[in-house]
């Protein structure tokens, strides 16, 4: 799973830092760090912080380049 | 105020089962000056940009008429009611043993308790003929879940139960200011808040220096840049965090219960493909959420909404729940639909106060409703509509009941 975050959109409300806190990281109060090649078990993970984002910034496809979901 | 105002028919109780009209014609209506002088908003496109609109306060003490039984209140507002930079300050030193960036796993570590709770619950109630999915589920998770991460001793649950229910009682809004039963309620509700901030504050001095591995531990002993919550501001935020981290929960469950129980396509769909839960919880915090409306806001100076000036200090309505139903941001929204995509709803807020326990509350709601769903095939509720509880802020069933169809 190939993840990617529109930082033009987020405007850190932090919900994927709380949902799947090894795939995404705040650094400070405001800047998100992530992993885009997502490791197997946090698959899920990332699906709940994905669906929660307050501003729909995540986009989740199956490889990098994919078509994202 | 006249028995016939919008906001009016919105609070009677008669109308909690089913308020959606009432909204539709809100949003009709455009932004409604109320006879008692509030301001009412209801469409998604207003109450998104009220939300991020700086010269919004949430201050009541910034009303030219606010109520004096909330002013009279003896300890400071919570960050609640606190506006910017004080509400940041208070808000960054709460979230410091709650989440990102000081504890990112504090949530993600309470999953595998919260599913323990969650099966010894339905483990509980397997075998019983008549559930109330209220008393047997929706309520005892949550509270159990809240207590255990502020650091609250479970036997004092019943306490919390009587306090909470005082003072969401006394948030009733009176068709008159000098109505008697509103009065005692306002009585009893102020009565409870003191009780209440009283405990805790007790609890957390019984853990100063002596910290247990909870929230009121790490907020009485721990300090980071900002320094710490003084011990007024620290009872008032504990009173919030409690509230709000379990009475906003069980509606969210009993209505996502109550929603699957009438809609079983629905609830067919999540027990074929189990992971749309996550997607399906949000759903239902756009069709059903907890929190129907943030009524304390106040405008700093005279502002314009769709073509209404709304005078500085007026009480500001929004009409979350209404919002989460307009017709110009959803498509179809009336329509229940766990695979819904663009669901930016207003079901934890939005802006800089969006619900401070909102990841909390997902993973209770995602684990308790996967959990439910392979149990409620061939139910039904034993009333349709069920009770509900008085609130039309907070609202949700007071009991649903539920029986073999």
């Known amino acids: ?69 | 105020m006249r028995p016939d105002t919008l906001f009016q028919r919105i609070t009677d109780y008669a109308n909690r089962a089913d308020p959606y009209p009432l909204y539709a014609e809100l949003r009709e209506n455009g932004v409604t000056r109320q006879t008692d002088g509030g301001y009412l908003v209801g469409t998604y496109q207003e109450i998104a940009e009220l939300l991020h609109d700086p010269r919004i306060s949430s201050d009541i003490g910034n009303r030219t008429d606010p109520d004096e039984d909330i002013l009279r209140r003896p300890d400071p507002p919570a960050f609640i009611g606190v506006d910017d930079p004080e509400h940041d300050r208070l808000r960054r030193i709460t979230m410091r043993p709650f989440g990102p960036p000081h504890s990112p796993g504090r949530i993600d570590a309470l999953r595998a308790d919260i599913t323990r709770i969650t099966d010894d619950l339905i483990g509980s109630f397997r075998d019983k003929d008549r559930i109330d999915v209220v008393d047997d589920f929706a309520y005892p998770l949550p509270v159990t879940v809240i207590c255990r991460l502020l650091g609250v001793p479970f036997e004092d649950v019943p306490l919390i139960r009587a306090w909470t229910n005082a003072i969401i009682a006394s948030f009733d809004f009176a068709p008159e200011k000098d109505d008697r039963d509103h009065q005692e309620r306002l009585r009893a509700g102020m009565e409870a808040r003191i009780a209440m901030a009283e405990y805790l504050g007790g609890l957390a001095d019984t853990r100063r220096d002596r910290p247990t591995d909870d929230m009121l531990s790490a907020l009485v002993n721990d300090a980071g840049p900002d320094g710490r919550l003084t011990r007024e501001e620290l009872k008032s935020t504990a009173t919030l965090l409690l509230i709000a981290g379990h009475e906003t929960t069980v509606n969210l469950i009993a209505n996502g219960a109550l929603t699957l129980l009438r809609l079983p396509q629905a609830l067919r769909l999540l027990r074929d493909r189990p992971e749309l839960m996550p997607n399906a919880v949000e759903e239902l915090l756009r069709y059903e959420p907890p929190v129907h409306m943030l009524p304390q806001r106040t405008p700093l100076t005279d502002i314009e909404v769709a073509g209404v000036t709304i005078p500085k200090g007026a009480r500001l309505i929004l009409m979350l729940a209404s919002g989460n139903r307009d017709p110009l941001r959803f498509k179809d929204p009336d329509h229940f639909d766990p695979t819904r995509e663009d669901n930016q709803h207003f079901g934890f807020g939005s802006g800089v106060h969006n619900c401070f326990g909102a990841p909390l509350a997902r993973v209770e709601a995602q684990i308790a409703l996967s959990a439910l769903v392979p149990h409620l095939a061939g139910l039904r509720p034993a009333e349709d509509p069920p009770p509900y509880r008085r609130s039309a802020l907070l609202r949700g069933p007071r009991h649903l009941v539920i029986e073999r169809a």
């Open chain 1, 1 to 69: 799973m190939q993840i990617v975050v529109d930082l033009n959109r987020c405007q850190s409300y932090a919900q994927c830092a709380f949902l799947a806190p090894q795939v995404f990281e705040l650094h400070g109060e405001e800047a998100l760090m992530y992993t885009p090649a997502v490791p197997d078990d946090q698959g899920e993970r990332v699906r709940r912080a994905a669906a929660a984002c307050p501003v729909q910034a995540i986009l989740v496809g199956e490889r990098a380049g994919a078509r994202v979901r």
